[in-house]
């Protein structure tokens, strides 16, 4: 005849005390209450896991926080998890991790989480964009939101407004990085599938147009309006060193003196700055070194050669090249990345090889094995050709008061 297990009663529970070691009360049915040696009094329920059929122990809370009558109500509702094949402590962690998910993956941090990887990988100013472009147009109203609550539709309605001012490639951008969060979940186990990979079909598509730059025979007419322009010297300096080296924008206005070995006459861009995390060197042309000679009373004291005028402990804005440019009236002609276009075309008409100029681009081959072996820079091969590139400068402002032209003393002054 089966033993009957006598139920618990809250006076016998109140009154069980601690021994040497731990000790059981049986309540029936699989409920019990373990008095440990140190006092506490623990509830489990034990049971016969139903795939595996071995004896298994979930907990239940301590008394007298889980009283006795709670603690049958649970004992009820996992003995009905058994009977119905499903193991209760897998369904109490599926069940906590769920509400783990409502708290703790919601969009923003995992876009954080995500941000924190990218980071690694683009420079300090392509970060500040993309994390600036998700506080504007998905943060407001999808941050809090848990990941896997994401709907297309929902993206979608989020978004128009920005398609609806007619912001397309912001909405291109925004798409492409909300969609990069989105596979990062994926790949951490956060989410099954990507549910808004085809988002950017939904949308109108932007007209791609090519990088505002000048023919190789407009460059005078640049020189003249650069030397004749009401701007700073440091803004002078600026644009005009970013045409002799052939940088990017942000490239340019970083520079810092410690970057530049006069004696090798090489400035080496650390990979952190680099479009595409890859140090890179440049030869330096007598040019490029008068016009360091030109900027060094303003700022040989200081980390930044271009500093900014608000803080000069911080460099000036990438934009301002580009700003000053407009202002000169070559909007919609020009734009201060568009003078890496200006050499780069100027450089293949003279029939230069392909690799220096890609190399003094800093470009990097998409083929990602041939890049793996070609670790060369060209450094040495590309001196000839960045002469002559800063000479052509030179002979395009003939007449003009260019940095690097000793007719422009008075900036030294």
């Not at 897998?90 to 069940?95: L, T």
């Not at 392509?126 to 998700?134: C, E, G, N, V």
């Not at 909007?331 to 690799?355: D, F, M, P, Q």
Request: hydrophobic residues 35%; charged residues 25%; proline residues 5%.
């Amino acid at each position: 005849m089966a033993k009957i297990t006598k139920p618990l009663s809250d006076r016998e529970i109140k009154a069980a005390k601690s021994r040497d070691k731990d000790y059981v009360l049986s309540d029936g049915g699989g409920l019990q209450l373990r008095v440990r040696a140190h006092g506490s009094k623990l509830w489990n329920f034990n049971y016969i896991h139903p795939i595996t059929k071995k004896r298994v122990n979930l907990g239940l809370g301590a008394y007298p926080d889980v009283s006795l009558s709670k603690a049958r109500e649970l004992r009820q509702t996992n003995r009905q998890l058994v009977t119905e094949g499903i193991d209760p402590k897998a369904y109490k962690q599926e069940a906590i991790a769920k509400q783990k998910a409502q708290t703790e993956h919601t969009l923003f941090n995992v876009a954080q989480q995500w941000f924190e990887v990218k980071s690694d990988s683009i420079t300090a100013d392509h970060a500040k964009d993309i994390w600036r472009s998700l506080e504007l147009n998905v943060f407001p109203d999808l941050g809090q939101l848990p990941i896997k609550k994401i709907s297309a539709p929902y993206v979608i309605d989020v978004l128009r407004p920005i398609e609806a001012k007619g912001s397309l490639e912001t909405l291109k951008r925004v798409v492409q990085r909300l969609n990069e969060v989105m596979i990062y979940a994926v790949n951490c186990g956060l989410i099954d599938t990507n549910p808004i990979s085809g988002l950017k079909s939904v949308f109108k598509k932007p007209q791609k147009e090519n990088m505002k730059a000048l023919a190789p025979n407009e460059l005078p007419e640049l020189m003249r309006a650069v030397a004749n322009a009401s701007i700073k010297k440091t803004t002078r300096c600026l644009i005009e060193w970013q045409l002799h080296t052939i940088t990017r924008p942000s490239e340019a206005a970083g520079a810092r003196w410690e970057e530049i070995d006069l004696e090798r006459k090489v400035w080496t861009i650390p990979a952190e700055r680099m479009k595409k995390r890859r140090e890179h060197s440049i030869p330096l042309t007598s040019e490029s070194i008068a016009l360091l000679e030109a900027i060094h009373p303003l700022s040989g004291h200081r980390e930044f050669i271009f500093p900014s005028d608000r803080d000069p402990k911080k460099p000036c804005n990438s934009q301002t090249a580009n700003m000053a440019l407009k202002r000169m009236g070559f909007e919609g002609r020009l734009v201060s990345h568009g003078l890496r276009s200006l050499a780069s075309t100027t450089l293949n008409e003279k029939g230069y090889k392909s690799e220096l100029i890609e190399a003094a681009l800093a470009h990097v081959d998409n083929n990602q094995v041939r890049a793996a072996y070609n670790r060369t820079d060209y450094l040495e091969q590309r001196r000839e050709m960045m002469s002559w590139w800063s000479r052509n400068i030179r002979e395009a402002a003939q007449g003009s008061l260019s940095v690097t032209s000793t007719s422009y003393s008075s900036l030294n002054d």
